[in-house]
């Protein structure tokens, strides 16, 4: 195996892909759409967007795996960034930079590999989109012109994400590591710690707009079944759509979470409680509207959702509207599951 080596402008492009504030946020939904395209497109699996940080290879978006990311030392996108030419890796197996890489002898068993890199407004080169498959691979002249496409795609919106920055500070304030600590590994989502941080700035929000905190608790039909008859693998991979289809179901100020397990929610401003079921009823209508397409196959899934609002002056903690949020989910249970009830 050859590990590929630092840049040139290693230092800049770091400090560059730091300030871009992408690393360790929540899933993008319009990332996801491209991808879920890109699938369709190429005919493959695995489609990312990785973004190379100092010592890891991080997936802003994904589809295919339930990895988030994987050691720089080892990644095929640290050897695509040093060109803006498409690497393009036919099979693993008979090239010698790849062919005792741990990604090639092991899980997932990576023989074709495409990538091009993806540039930071200033122009350094940050990450890749790539793609890979179990099988060798070539690419035809129609689809390098497509990777082409969607790279410039993806960099449009690292653009437009740099110019919301000046309107979103929640946690843009934080480093790294606090981010890091903020969020669920597996989905990406924002953890319970990153609630209690975040929920002070949500009702500041609320008494400054004249707005009402509002709170949807969801969890999972049938989850255990899901573990119990495909494996925690497939469970896994579950989880990390439903977090996106409900990132892509909400409002852009919305807060996703994953409240631990198979339990995720929703922390929202809103005008009224009907308001609040109207953001339940797309969360849910988004995991349920069509199977999941697993590596084991497709998979119909559900959830079931409560939700509660509070004035703003009326909440010291978040535990009085979990609560009854988390009871409004438990009548949804009672009533047959994949509905929103209000508590």
Known sequence: MIEPTLPLDEVRRQADLEAMNLLDTVPDPQIDALLRLAQQVFGIRVVLVTLIDNK????????????????????????????????????????????????????????????????????????????????PNTLSVEYRQSMQDFARLIEGLFEAHMLRLQHKQLLIKLDGAQRRALLDPLTQLINREGLQQMLHAYIGRAERDGLLVGFIYGDLDYFKKINDEHGHGVGDEVLVEVGQRLVAAIRPDDLALRMGGEELAVLALVSSHDQLDAIGERVREAVASKPFDLAAGQLNVTISLGTAIAKPDEIDTSLHLIGQADRALYMAKQSGRNCVVRG
């Open 56 to 135: 890891r290879h991080w997936f802003k978006g994904r589809r295919g795996t339930a990895l988030s990311d994987s050691q720089r030392n080892i990644s095929f996108c640290g050897h695509a960034i040093h060109s803006d030419a498409i690497l393009e890796v036919p099979n693993a197996l008979a090239d010698e930079r790849f062919a005792d890489n741990p990604l090639v002898t092991g899980d997932p068993q990576v023989r074709f590999y495409a990538g091009i890199a993806l540039h930071a407004p200033g122009g350094s080169r940050i990450g890749t989109f790539c793609m890979f498959d179990d099988q």
